[in-house]
């Protein structure tokens, strides 16, 4: 067999950049369950009526068939009405999710997925077919009140700033309502048209938005610059509320929207620091249209070419059955979109290949028996610990163990009279010391493979 | 949107039963590591001529199409040859892992895995069409060492164990060298047809088989009674090795295999108990063709109907890319099989449905901010804490508690000199103890939500 080579869009990492990874995983589950997020899974598949209820996205949805039902038996029409599809996101399937199981569930139900999905889009920087992410969303049913809009942000600032080997990031907070209102307020007609076009200020020039906004929204150029004007509006406390009041529109909604918005900036106050921030950034729109208050995008600093690396924000209507609907807020954290190219760049990586801290040495195949007993001593008090593959000599057992990071090397020493000491050697330092295997254990920091900066990392 | 239904064969759990998923996950995991085995992921799809090289289960894997490919720019056919599809064990996808990455991986390389697969099969009790799996394997290159067949023996063993909410199990050893070499001694021609109608024995009568020995894999009744007599053999010791000599067989193959099945019992002695089994039985053939050495099955104690729940053997060559070849050893548990009936049955559950242990309670919505205060000292000191929704009445914020499974409830009583202190109620008890909430944890087995049998569980 020819050597495989990767598949493009399907990132895959190595042994030593999966503990970063792991330890991601690992820090944002703890802090959702900290904060009292339950945590499940959903199948991947999801029925294609249901993946293909939000127009955008049909065109990634990935198709599945089964191969025994043969090429001619079944066509991609059928599939499309009673097929099923991979998950292109973890809403859809947390939205039903919670429709199949309400009447078990308690609510308000807060719950954290961190699950891979697929998109059959065109690879490109930051871009894959195959991603993992992490959400939490809190939904209620019927009604879910306005404070768990600042439970959300709260959680997930603490969560990223849990990843302390992270550059730090600036979560950008709007509200719908706000924007809305204010469109409203100034006497807009088309609302959505406005809004679409303000979302295009990264991508269009100013003086180009604002002729659409005549030209396509139907504005006159007072309420074209004054929607320019908001969109320019951005603070790290709640003095945005004056900003946008000196602009001089009114409107219920509007005002709805600033006591929401400040309430979220205040709420993550405490959680700022030099390389956290939370600002109310008010030309943040979402292209989705489910959203109704709450915004959220955040963006890693010095790496702000990445886009937005965690979005989302409040839905009144994650699902419906008729009888109740069931309103959300949420939040996605895109972990692969934050972890492949701090990885690929080489920014980040494990401190070692295998999780063992210590390696046992072996004198001969014979003593084998021994240096396993040995190394069950070692397990049996949190040390992970393997045996030598081989009774090589001595510097190629230490050698082995340097390949992969494994910071000490335990050698057995049989005296005259017969009885076995042990020592430890770090192999770092070389420094070697007696040591009882019964009891002794490696500095807390050396037990587990640490995130490294590749930089520091020799 | 109507209720949605289950789909057959995609079994999901609900937030309780996914804490027994989470927790088995997490001692499987923490095992694995204590052995030095890393942890990969591996992309959720495979080549299809990677998939289809085995032919026995190509007609149960799961094409996939990109919709935006059309209905009719692409037939099944090219899918075949071009396409991709989910992968059905985590086997396939871990030799090409290893074959694409192989220059940068240390040999002997360690791994665990533990990922979803898919089947396209007909679901049925024990058989998914999503299923999780938790593989280990030790792959070398060019060589592996026998005492890694030992190795990875102990290591599921101890895993298993380490379930100990679980009943008892036993672990099924034989050897494929043994059972080759036992029917090449005795004169037989077709050895593999010898090995399918032994592996039938769990399916046939002993006549029917002994029939079938002499019919189509052209025995004599006294090569056929050898056999069958062979397949009787079981023991928890070497003892085997004797009633296998003892049917006066002799072969070089035969040997070797007596003395590493032999090695692999008493390896894994120190491992066992009375609920946890490493028995040679010499019926265990597995039907997969590619094990040369070792092979593994295991029964759930009182749960034998959900056939091995835990699989694999030596594989002498998993992958070669024409210069070298990569033997490996490997088990597979079965997480799926083994949970999925046992959640199902009402056997395990989680204590709660939430991981919070503790429901800071709400005088009024004004003091939120305190309560929320207060649920960030508990949280700072690992306790996974809510805030109440609402400021209900106590008595219905406690039934809030209790509904959820949530042990303590947190009260702050403010006194007429304006001093604030805090209260902790164990509702289960109705025990209520001043506390003061910067230094307060629950006992550390109400940190986290236990694995628990339903019939004890009120």
Redesign the interface.
């Known amino acids: 067999?020819?050597?495989?080579?990767?598949?493009s869009g399907?990132?895959?990492?190595?042994?030593a950049d999966?503990?970063v990874?792991?330890q991601v995983l690992a820090t944002l589950a703890r802090t959702f369950?900290?904060?009292?997020?339950?945590?499940?899974?959903?199948?991947?598949?999801e029925?294609m009526d249901?993946l293909l209820r939000k127009g955008e996205t049909?065109?990634?949805?990935?198709?599945?068939?089964?191969?025994?039902e043969?090429?001619n038996d079944q066509?991609?029409?059928k599939?499309?009405d009673k097929g099923?599809?991979?998950h292109f996101d973890l809403t859809v399937p947390f939205a039903?999710?919670v429709?199949?199981?309400?009447g078990?569930?308690?609510f308000?139900f807060?719950?954290y997925q961190i699950q891979?999905v697929?998109r059959?889009e065109r690879p490109q920087e930051g871009r894959f077919r195959?991603f993992t992410q992490a959400d939490i969303d809190i939904v209620g049913r019927d009604v879910l009140?306005f404070?768990h809009d600042v439970e959300v942000a709260r959680v997930m600032v603490e969560a990223l700033s849990g990843l302390d080997f992270l550059p730090g990031f600036t979560l950008q907070v709007n509200n719908r309502k706000l924007i809305q209102g204010f469109y409203t307020g100034l006497g807009a007609s088309d609302i959505d048209k406005v809004m679409q076009l303000i979302d295009k200020l990264d991508k269009l020039p100013v003086d180009k938005v604002r002729e659409l906004l005549i030209s396509d929204a139907g504005l006159d150029e007072k309420q074209a610059d004054l929607c320019l004007q908001l969109a320019t509006i951005a603070s790290e406390d709640a003095s945005f509320v004056d900003d946008v009041r000196a602009l001089g529109v009114s409107d219920q909604l509007l005002e709805e929207g600033l006591t929401e918005l400040a309430a979220v900036i205040e709420g993550c106050k405490?959680f700022t620091s030099d390389t956290v921030k939370v600002v109310a950034d008010l030309k943040i729109a979402r292209g989705l249209d489910y959203y109704t208050g709450t915004v959220f995008e955040t963006r890693l600093t010095g790496f702000e070419s990445l886009g937005s690396i965690c979005s989302g924000g409040r839905y009144d209507a994650l699902?419906?059955?008729?009888k109740s609907t069931y309103p959300g807020v949420g939040i996605s954290l895109g972990v692969s979109r934050l972890l492949v190219p701090l990885v690929q760049k080489g920014v980040l990586t494990g401190s070692r290949?295998?999780?063992?801290a210590v390696l046992v040495a072996l004198t001969d195949e014979e003593s084998?028996p021994a240096a396993d007993a040995i190394a069950?001593q070692l397990?049996a008090n949190?040390?992970?610990?393997?045996v030598a593959?081989?009774p090589d000599k001595f510097g190629k057992q230490i050698r082995y163990a340097e390949?992969?990071g494994i910071p000490f090397v335990l050698f057995a020493r049989v005296a005259e009279d017969g009885t076995t000491t042990h020592e430890a050697k770090d192999i770092r330092s070389g420094e070697q010391v007696s040591i009882d295997p019964a009891t002794w254990t490696p500095p807390a920091a050396d037990l587990?493979p640490q995130v490294v900066m590749k930089e520091q990392h020799s």
């Open positions: 067999m020819a050597k495989p080579t990767p598949l399907f990132p895959e990492f190595l042994p999966r503990v990874e792991q369950e900290l904060h009292g997020f339950g945590n499940i899974e959903t199948r991947a598949v029925p249901q049909s065109k990634e949805v990935y198709v599945l068939k089964r191969l025994q043969g090429p066509g991609l029409e599939a499309l099923m599809g991979l039903r999710y429709l199949e199981n309400a078990k569930l308690e308000p807060r719950r891979k697929w059959g195959e009140p404070h405490p699902a419906s059955d008729g290949v295998v999780p063992s084998r069950q397990r949190g040390v992970p610990t393997e593959a081989k390949r992969r587990r």
